[in-house]
């Protein structure tokens, strides 16, 4: 009997001072991720998993949250980054923290990194804020086969690039990325195109695009992007739906529904998109895709060409009469590395400043200038807040800022790098009620992570990782705005990431908890 007593004393003391979790946030309203209403719940979280939901109040943790007010959300996954260089060099990726987002897909528009496991070994070292996925670029990959060259693939070439891709894939890729605008991929025929696809399926990839066209050639391009989809048996994703130009606006209708008609037809479609009107790429898409092949001494001896040039500037011209632009007064420099004081100004602006008359020929002049020396990074204000609105209302689209990590101060970004979630949230959720809190949510979470085969983020579910943002909703904004783009969202209290508390009280804690999340034809090395 004592030997009984003394064994129930030792089993007694041994739990005073133990916890029953590492993070314990009590009273908060669930919005768990599946579009289901909002619920009143605590959770509880040991190491980097959600191990109880429920009622918790009587249980003890290592740091308590009282969310009592605030919502508790599944952490954000922003579908479509460009983050291969910003993050080994500011791994706090303070710009997304802030708005609420714990996992980004980078390697979009057909750009990712050269080397996966190379890229994954620096992540790892870095010990990001965030967690890390990553998409092959074709870009990348026909670059490194075949340069940057206006040709087609030999059936060597094709092979070569259709075994790199497999190896992207094994080596943790989610997927195979396009950016058919740009070069080399621009001179790629589709057939290329579904070859590194099927490629990509072996492995149970996705196939996301940046379409040929995003103007008057959108439905094209969108056809081209199902077919891609329906030859190589692959889900696609494409990427920042919209459409550009005034002699496109309200073609949203038309886009949307070919979405629609395939989904229908039982063909894996979905898209992204970020909340405003304007996007952000670089100058020489503004040029014939023809005179901006190969390196930058073979751009400036066409562009240093009078009779080229002469043809360049007729085929500028002819795309923005096309597009109802009477000049280039819409197309603003975000990053200009000959002369940072042209950041901020728009080519209409900075054509003035060089004394030239305020003509569109004149403006497709300083155009070529700028892009003969080394080009620059812009913002294109071209698109409609109705189509905005109305591409916001389908449900089978995910949330993508289409940014980096950008140093604070430097240039002037495109604001959806710092509020892309906060504006859905304010904007289309709380003003204009455009969609509900539930449903931006489960676009921002769960229908992400189903994508792109995060199965165990995207949910407030018993035994998935512990990426969550905790946040006021009535606070809850995004303060960055073209004139002023460095400013971070507000009202997020708390974020989560992997277990670890990475914003406490809406400060940093400097604990950075993200990290690789590796496809699903990951084959380790070890």
Not at 91 to 113: E, K, L, Q, R
Not at 285 to 305: C, H, K, Y
Not at 319 to 324: A, V
Request: with cysteine; aromatic share 8%.
């Amino acid at each position: 009997m004592k030997l009984l007593t003394l064994f129930l004393l030792l089993i007694t003391t041994a739990g005073i001072g133990q916890s029953s979790y590492d993070l314990l946030i009590l009273n908060g309203r669930i919005v768990d991720g599946t579009g289901n209403s909002w619920y009143y719940a605590d959770l509880g979280i040991k190491g980097d998993k959600i191990v109880a939901i429920g009622k918790l109040a009587n249980k003890t943790a290592t740091k308590t949250i009282d969310a009592k007010g605030l919502i508790v959300a599944p952490g954000f996954i922003d579908v479509h980054g460009h983050i291969e260089g910003g993050i080994i060099g500011r791994p706090s990726a303070d710009n997304y923290i802030f708005d609420g987002v714990t996992t980004v897909v980078t390697g979009n528009c057909g750009g990712s990194a050269s080397d996966i496991t190379e890229f994954f070994r620096r992540v790892d070292s870095v010990k990001p804020s965030i967690n890390v996925a990553t998409l092959i670029g074709h870009n990348t990959v026909r670059a490194a086969i075949m340069g940057r060259d206006n040709k087609q693939p030999t059936a060597a070439e094709q092979q070569k690039m259709e075994e790199l891709v497999e190896r992207f894939m094994k080596e943790g890729a989610v997927g195979l990325s396009t950016g058919l605008i740009y070069v080399p991929g621009t001179y790629a025929k589709t057939e290329e195109v579904i070859g590194l696809a099927k490629a990509a399926t072996k492995y149970d990839g996705i196939y996301a695009s940046h379409i040929r066209n995003e103007e008057s050639g959108v439905a094209d391009a969108i056809e081209e992007a199902l077919n891609i989809g329906r030859q190589a048996n692959i889900p696609v994703q494409i990427s920042h739906f919209k459409v550009g130009g005034k002699s496109n606006w309200g073609r949203s209708k038309e886009t949307v529904a070919m979405i629609e008609r395939a989904r229908k037809d039982g063909w894996d479609v979905t898209i992204d998109q970020y909340p405003y009107t304007a996007s952000s790429t670089n100058l020489g898409v503004r040029l014939p895709n023809w005179a901006i092949a190969g390196t930058q001494d073979s751009i400036n001896s066409r562009i240093n060409n009078p009779t080229l040039r002469k043809q360049i500037i007729q085929e500028m011209l002819a795309e923005i009469r096309r597009y109802k632009f009477k000049n280039y007064g819409f197309a603003v420099v975000a990053s200009y590395g000959a002369d940072s004081s042209y950041n901020g100004k728009s080519i209409s602006d900075i054509n003035k400043l060089m004394g030239r008359k305020p003509k569109a020929t004149q403006e497709a002049e300083t155009i070529l200038d700028m892009i003969g020396k080394g080009g620059a990074q812009m913002v294109y204000h071209s698109m409609n807040e109705d189509d905005v609105r109305y591409i916001m209302k389908y449900p089978f689209n995910m949330t993508g800022a289409d940014a980096g990590v950008p140093t604070p101060g430097r240039g002037m970004p495109h604001p959806r790098a710092y509020g892309t979630n906060s504006r859905i949230l304010a904007k289309y959720v709380r003003e204009e009620k455009i969609i509900s809190l539930e449903e931006a949510i489960r676009r921002m979470t769960s229908l992400a992570a189903q994508k792109f085969r995060l199965k165990d983020r995207g949910l407030l579910k018993e035994g998935m990782s512990a990426d969550i943002v905790i946040f006021d909703e009535m606070a809850v904004a995004d303060k960055a705005t073209f004139d002023n783009p460095h400013q971070y969202s507000i009202g997020f209290k708390f974020i989560i990431v992997n277990g670890q508390l990475t914003v406490d009280n809406s400060s940093t804690t400097g604990v950075r908890g993200g990290r690789v999340l590796y496809g699903p034809g990951f084959v380790s090395s070890n």
